[in-house]
């Protein structure tokens, strides 16, 4: 069964303050890892696609990277309008013609001005 | 106008009750979810369909029944709520060829006393 494991489950930063949040995944194939993000009172929204190791994106502030086991979401000189709670989701490479999403429980980023 | 919308967004209901929460879309896409989310256990797929015709049972789909109306909507429906379905549901779309990249809906928060 996948899993996917998010820390910290809580992360609270001051305005420039530069830090990574962590995603752990155990699957049978790997066929992509994604962040989403999620504001208070709204659905998440899409940010990142990876699909293997060494693979890197970025958007403003954020780059997410992958290795065999894991993935962070480094957020660089981060500001308050970045606080959201980030979640990671994974798909397999299973048989079926829709590969389920297995999100993870999510982080909560909070960025003190 | 959002792409996505449920109605209602909140709804407090009582054990044994049948509800129903609806979901709409104009993004055109043929594939639609419906997730719930619960504190510390992140999204969870409760059934998805690729067209009218096509529906599908995710992992926790006991308790719950889907309607397909058409292309752009789609209902869940408890057919009697107990307690444990006390959550936040959310409705998703995408696109056949990048159905990872899921567009969500701004969430129902559904009570059962």
């Known amino acids: 069964e996948d899993q996917v494991t998010q820390s910290p489950e809580a992360l609270r930063l001051q305005e420039g303050e530069s830090s990574s949040l962590n995603c752990s995944y155990t699957?049978?194939?790997?066929?992509?890892l994604f962040w989403y993000r999620q504001d208070p009172g709204k659905g998440p929204e899409f940010l990142f696609t990876?699909?293997?190791a060494g693979e890197e994106k970025e958007k403003e502030r954020l780059k997410a990277t992958l290795t065999k086991k894991e993935s962070f979401l480094h957020i660089t000189a981060p500001k308050p309008e970045d606080s959201a709670t980030y979640l990671c989701?994974?798909?397999?490479?299973?048989?079926?013609?829709?590969?389920?999403?297995?999100f993870g429980q999510g982080t909560i980023l909070t960025v003190h001005p | 106008d959002a792409d996505v919308t449920q109605t209602p967004r909140n709804r407090i209901t009582k054990t044994g009750k049948r509800i129903m929460l609806e979901c709409s879309q104009t993004?055109?896409?043929?594939?639609m979810y419906w997730y719930r989310q619960d504190p510390g256990l992140g999204l969870r797929l409760i059934y998805y369909?690729?067209?009218?015709?096509?529906?599908n049972k995710g992992e926790i789909s006991d308790g719950y029944s889907v309607s397909r109306q058409a292309q752009a909507k789609f209902s869940l429906s408890l057919e009697s709520a107990i307690p444990n379905q006390t959550a936040l549901y959310f409705c998703?779309?995408?696109?056949?060829?990048?159905?990872?990249?899921?567009?969500f809906g701004p969430g129902t928060r559904l009570t059962v006393t």
């Open positions: 998703a779309t995408s696109d056949p060829d990048r159905d990872y990249e899921q567009y």
């Open positions: 699957v049978s194939g790997l066929r992509g």
């Open positions: 990876l699909y293997s």
């Open positions: 989701a994974v798909r397999d490479a299973g048989g079926t013609s829709y590969g389920k999403l297995t």
């Open positions: 993004k055109g896409h043929d594939r």
């Open positions: 369909s690729f067209d009218v015709k096509d529906i």
